[in-house]
């Protein structure tokens, strides 16, 4: 059964506090998303394209903001992926807390699969002559 982590830590939660704590994690886990995604992007892009692409993804991830394990598990997946885009620039391989970051992901949903879809990818970026 994936998503048993997600699941444990929704209901602690909501046994904490109710409905509204629960609401509380997938807002912070959705501001975290966003936050993650503007500091990576800043590394990269200038102020005007940060905020566009920032407004971009809040507008089509609202869509899908609900207290659900998908939620929960964004920031990881961004954060896994991004750190192996980073390294792949640099032309070195991702750092080993990758797979403890992936292992994570992957008891927190299920879309994990997109990361191990990836990789082939990556790999094959990485095996091309520059």
Not at 18 to 36: D, N, Y
Not at 70 to 87: D, G, Q, Y
Request: proline letters at 5%; aromatic letters at 16%; hydrophobic letters at 60%.
């Amino acid at each position: 059964m994936q998503e048993w982590l997600s699941e444990v830590l929704m209901a602690c939660i909501y046994r904490l506090g109710g409905w509204e704590s629960l609401f509380f994690l997938a807002a912070a886990a959705f501001a975290a998303t966003q936050a993650l995604l503007a500091a990576r992007l800043q590394k990269r892009l200038t102020p005007y394209f940060v905020l566009t692409f920032a407004m971009l993804a809040f507008f089509f991830g609202m869509f899908h903001f609900k207290a659900r394990p998908h939620v929960i598990a964004w920031p990881v997946l961004l954060l896994w992926l991004a750190n192996v885009i980073e390294a792949a620039d640099r032309d070195e391989a991702p750092g080993w807390w990758n797979i403890p970051l992936m292992a994570l992901w992957a008891n927190l949903h299920g879309s994990f699969v997109i990361g191990l879809g990836l990789l082939p990818i990556f790999v094959a970026e990485a095996s091309c002559p520059a």
